[in-house]
DNA sequence: AAGAATAAAGTTACCGATAACGTAACATCG
DNA sequence: CGATGTTACGTTATCGGTAACTTTATTCTT
């Protein structure tokens, strides 16, 4: 074993004058060898700083990869950012690699991220997206594996679901705005309203004013990704029309944040003029002059917990299908 | 070839009746087969549905992965994640996958993440972090594969470079803070001032400092990871301390709009009483009553450069080994 | 038209780990 | 004490591509 070729198992074994397979068998903690093997394996691993071959490994028979697909929406959100920190950090405690996606809220985007993991056989999926392609449905049915579908609850998962309704969401910030006393709200979405999560916080927040008797009195639904210029140039938008809401609703918290400012420099009060909400717990929310009204969303917890279930899925181990992620309406001071 | 196990090469080979190295040259686009070959191929691979296997690609001879590892500082930034969305697609958009990975700004968690990712064999690496431990170093040297260093530029890259000067962005800084009259500057910093990129800015800003004969008047470095809530908090200790600045800088500017916060909150007027600037050129910073005198980055175009220059590499193509991404300084009117 | 050059294939030998199976040595038990 | 586990290994086949090499067919040259 010459200094530039790295060690194989077969080198660690024939340096110890056993099998591969027995130092395959140390290495991975499976049974059938002595404690005397153990430790001279291990010792021999050590001292020749011998790096396994996953690839190798992934590559015989199958059930053998340690590989799991990730998909969100985004890789720019902080929530994401931080659901996909917990999600790397927890699979990697538990000894899986991840391989990360973002479909932009495009199934078709999706779709084609799939057909490229799926290359790589992977041992799972974890994806984040309210809708799939029927190219993606066939995909995940082909491959075979356990798929988790978080943040978003669906009815009816294709495997297994961890996440929270945004519908419920959406539900709950419409009863909140309506006992504090507004009865003229307006919406101030993003992504023109696709099917996307945020879509469904819009439509429960719809039932919710319905609930109470009342309806929107106007909305703008832009087109853009949402963000702080989304939220800014949307609300500006909003009050142009002389509707005069008294409260707002808003996409997520950045667009609420962006209203915030637009509102502000537009000498509107917040909240005795104009009330406003927004949704996902941003830190930056919290700074504001008043603390602004959201809903929090424990995104490590979420990440945490899904790993942990999805692994618990591939390993055999009992999971409950769906496992529903509590989320928290921060009243603030901003309606 | 029964419905339920997926095709292979030799599949498609076989019912063409031709070799399996064949049907490899024409879907990797190499030389040495007919046109009504091609034809032939693509159409079986179209009607069967086939699916590479890129493990068994990448497994065999070395040289074959399409394995890209991509190391950031954390994935909760939107700087890093508009960066990884650019890398991500421009790599996929050349043939490449993408594992990645964040290191919370530690050596360590840098090397351990190296050392998984070695396991897969990947073609290439791409690492955003100021210093890399020993360990990381002789990982890469094993590995023996290119390697593309980005955000900061170093004085002497391992294999590539891709970014810019953060201690000049300090520098260009402390050079308009003081043209614009501020004598008594304060910082704000983050992470405990390790030797991260912020940190080299923080070097520069002193320097640029030192050449107009001034010096920091009061500095403020909090232990935490940067954040909206950290610069609130360090501004309102760092006025505690009486030490009246004219102006703060602050490490990014997620930590300027916090701070921004905390002084519109304790009533002092910004600029006329005390200028802010940050860095990072974030979109929240465009929509405060003053838009943030900051440094753009552009990081979908260091994204897109670094992908392609690792790639270039990767073929043998000529590369520079150091490519400059300039950054704009955003006069803002917070100063 | 013979020989050289080139194009279009086919053949072979792996890459490194693991599942499945085989087996020798030893323990256990009725 | 023979029959039957159990433990601790060893052996073999194999996953699906690809580099390197070889062979065959075709075209070109003089």
Redesign the pocket.
């Known amino acids: 074993m010459d200094k530039h ?9 024939r340096n ?10 140390v ?2 903690g ?9 430790d001279r394996v291990m010792q021999e691993v050590a001292r020749t700083g ?15 990869s340690t590989l799991i697909g990730v998909c969100v929406p985004r890789l720019t959100s902080p929530l994401f950012g931080s659901l996909l920190e917990a999600v790397n950090q927890t699979l990697a405690r538990l000894g899986y690699q991840t391989m990360i996606g973002s479909h932009n809220q495009l199934p078709d985007e999706e779709e084609a991220w799939l057909r490229t993991l799926a ?1 790589w ?1 992977p041992a799972a999926v974890m994806l984040a997206a309210r809708t799939h392609s029927k190219g993606t449905l066939r995909l995940l049915r082909d491959m075979g594996v356990p798929v988790a579908e978080i943040w978003d609850l669906t009815t009816k998962p294709i495997d297994l679901a961890i996440g929270f309704s945004h519908f419920d969401n959406g539900l709950e910030m419409a009863r909140c705005m309506m006992a504090t006393g507004h009865k003229k709200i307006g919406y101030v979405g993003a992504l023109g309203n696709r099917n996307t999560s945020g879509h469904l916080r819009y439509q429960g927040f719809l039932r919710g004013m319905g609930e109470g008797g009342a309806a929107l009195v106007v909305e703008e639904i832009l087109q853009d990704q949402p963000g702080f210029y989304a939220g800014y140039y949307g609300t500006e938008t909003m009050l142009a029309r002389n509707k005069e809401p008294d409260a707002i609703y808003y996409h997520d918290d950045e667009m609420a944040i962006g209203g915030y400012a637009y509102l502000t420099k537009a000498g509107v009060r917040v909240p005795d003029d104009i009330g406003i909400a927004g949704w996902g717990g941003m830190e930056a929310a919290s700074i504001l002059p008043r603390r602004l009204t959201t809903t929090a969303i424990p995104t490590t917890r979420l990440g945490k917990v899904a790993a942990e279930a999805l692994i618990s899925r591939l390993r055999g181990d009992p999971v409950d299908d769906v496992t529903i992620i509590p989320t928290r309406l921060v009243p603030g001071s901003t309606i």
Chains 1, 2 share one sequence.
């Open positions: 070729s790295k060690p194989s198992l077969e080198d660690i074994a110890l004058g056993v099998s591969k397979m027995t130092v395959s068998r290495l991975r499976a049974s059938g060898f002595s404690d005397t093997t153990r011998y790096l396994p071959n996953r690839l190798a490994a992934a590559f015989g028979k199958s059930g053998t290359s056989k």
